[in-house]
């Protein structure tokens, strides 16, 4: 298990993560020192332990909304999924009802062109 040293309103941390995951944790680390930093702007010195919790409220907000909107993407994402399965169902419907209808259509004029020559007409399946 790999560690790093990651910064948080000054003050230094240790942490273990899995290997090839340290840039990804000192990224994380660095993000939410934004938050505590931020949040010291507005209110100045109001503790480590209030600033803190402040910044992982804000994160969690975060989180609630991107959550939120990946609902309703997957709500929406499923609605297009229905509706393109409903569109295929009828297009292969319309091209059997068009597939009838031209083969209709064939033996009708096989058989005026029969009537006109003569002959009868040829059997068409």
């Known amino acids: 298990m790999a560690q790093v040293t990651v910064t948080i309103d000054g003050k230094a941390y240790r942490m273990a993560c899995e290997e090839g995951q340290e840039d990804h944790l000192t ?43 990946l609902k309703n993407l997957q709500t929406e994402t499923d609605t297009l999924k229905q509706g393109r399965a409903a569109t295929l169902s009828d297009q292969q419907k319309n091209e059997e009802v068009l597939a009838s209808a031209l083969s209709e259509v064939t033996t009708q004029i096989h058989e005026i062109a029969a009537k006109l020559s003569g002959k009868a007409a040829p059997a068409v399946n």
């Open 27 to 69: 990224e994380l680390a660095n993000r939410f020192d934004q938050y505590v930093n931020h949040l010291k702007a507005q209110f100045g010195e109001i503790g480590d332990l209030r600033l803190t919790v402040m910044a992982g409220i804000m994160v969690m907000d975060e989180l609630s909304e991107v959550n939120r909107k």
